[in-house]
């Protein structure tokens, strides 16, 4: 089956404009993940939704970044007034969600950002 | 806050070689680990993880990984590579803390040579 869609694979902007990242995950996937990696970083989280809801936004660095799921499937993930420090690979992450059990995440291509 | 160390961060091996990375994590508790791994041009992907039980999980491919509680590590090991193998590979962690995110290493990234 399909797997986790990223669009767009890569998206140039200056600084102080603002993006839209859009995931898509595997169909049927209530878990949703945001990740950043930074050049010669791992995977660094940004947020979670357990359907339309943000279960854990603790890695968003600052009121800059938020992130949307309005109907439990598609998210964006929005940077306001970009930094050329947002410059990262932007990974998003689905899984199933069983209750009591941890599922391993399924990861997109990615969007790679880059600030000018 | 937990964290995830992986000291290697570029290995080059010769084909048929033996690897081992190693990671090590900070946190205490009750974890569930897994090793991801980027093949070139590729999203990261599953290699294995383990959750509980038996210490020394296989994965895909030939590699295997031996969770060591008493020194917050799970290893990753192949017997023999193959120039296939090179890819960054990647240890991660998520802690029984209530919390799904996952904390990733820095990477460690394999180059076989023919």
Do not use: M
Request: aromatic content about 14%; glycine content about 10%; some cysteine.
């Amino acid at each position: 089956g399909a797997g986790v869609s990223q669009t767009p694979s890569n998206k140039v902007t200056e600084k102080g404009k603002y993006v839209e990242l859009r995931c898509d995950p595997i169909s049927g996937h209530t878990a949703l993940y945001w990740y950043r990696q930074s050049l010669g970083q791992g995977p660094e989280f940004l947020i979670y939704f357990q359907g339309t809801g943000a279960a854990d936004d603790s890695g968003l660095p600052n009121d800059r970044f938020f992130a949307v799921r309005p109907e439990g499937s598609v998210s964006t993930l929005k940077i306001q007034r970009t930094e050329r420090g947002d410059s990262a690979v932007y990974l998003c992450a689905s899984s199933p969600t069983r209750a009591g059990v941890y599922n391993e995440q399924f990861f997109g291509p990615g969007t790679r950002l880059t600030v000018l | 806050a937990q964290s995830v160390s992986q000291h290697n961060h570029h290995v080059i091996l010769s084909e048929a070689a033996s690897l081992e990375l190693g990671c090590n994590y900070s946190y205490g508790g009750t974890v569930n680990l897994f090793w991801y791994v980027q093949y070139p041009g590729q999203h990261l992907q599953l290699l294995l993880k383990y959750f509980s039980g038996d210490p020394l999980v296989k994965g895909i491919k030939g590699f295997e990984a031996e969770f060591i509680k008493s020194k917050f590590s799970f290893n990753l090991r192949k017997p023999s590579v193959q120039w296939s193998d090179t890819a960054e590979y990647f240890c991660a962690v998520n802690a029984y803390t209530g919390r799904r995110a996952l904390t990733f290493g820095s990477g460690t990234r394999l180059q076989v040579q023919p």
